[in-house]
């Protein structure tokens, strides 16, 4: 009498397993939702820091006044400003009456990833990199510094689902820093 080996699994064997797999993947969801809910503030947070940072260097380089704004329409020069602007844009302000603005440089991160950005509409910055504050933008608002270098200009980041949000201070002097206003900087660096 000859005897075969079997090979392969069980139907119990697969349904076991498969079953396991299910139960793992349910758990890993909502962990991954909250994951991609936190990347996308992260990533909207440092566009808004890089974009900061760039009016900030492009009015040292240039030598005049540069605006930081926060609009809804596309970024362009002279774009209608927003408080909670889903889209930002960077611009010259003119040294002479009847210079145009020039348009330097634009976001539109927030609206595609579902972020809401609260915040000082318009930030100025002077030709040494320090926030100023200024009456005539001719963009509809004023930019205004804050009143003492110990509190910062802010530009919070939130998103539904997500379980932090970010923040992006911008100092009297002109430090531009991300951190989170869940954590105190004298317990933790990215703190705020």
Known sequence: ?????QRGFSLIELMVTLTLLGIILAAAVPAFGAWTANARVRSVAESIQNGLRLAQSEAMQRNRQVVFALTNATPAAGATLATN?????????PLMVGEAAEFVQGGTFAKQSGVTI??????CFNSIGRQVNNTATG?????TAPASATTP???NVTKTGSDRAMRVQVSLGGQIRLCDPAKSISSAPDGC
């Not at 602007?85 to 302000?93: E, H, K, R, V």
């Not at 963009?139 to 930019?143: I, S």
């Open 1 to 5: 009498m000859l005897i075969r080996s």
């Open 153 to 155: 200009t802010a530009i």
């Open 85 to 93: 602007g889903s889209n930002w844009f960077i611009q010259t302000l």
């Open 118 to 123: 609260t915040g000082a509409s318009l930030m």
């Open 139 to 143: 963009l509809g608002a004023d930019c």
